[in-house]
């Protein structure tokens, strides 16, 4: 037998012993980590292949979009 401890009730589930019974729980689970440990965000709306990550200051955001690309980064650059 396997115990369990409960520190805080958010849900209750009874069952009643008798017939074999199959009991499945599902809950949300905590948040993932942010995008950033500094907690800015991403803006990837126009995200296309080859897009370079960069941060814009006045937005305070990371943008990937089609304004700067692996091949427009420099002239005629190809990466």
Do not use: C, H, Y
């Amino acid at each position: 037998m396997t115990t369990v401890n409960i520190t805080t009730t958010k849900n209750t589930v009874t069952v009643n012993e008798g017939d074999a019974t199959t009991v499945t729980v599902a809950t949300q689970g905590p948040q993932g980590p942010s995008f950033a440990a500094s907690g800015k965000s991403l803006n990837d709306s126009n995200v296309v292949d080859g897009s370079i990550v960069r941060f814009n200051q006045s937005s305070d955001t990371f943008i990937a979009d089609n304004t700067v690309t692996v091949t427009n980064i420099v002239d005629g650059g190809n990466f």
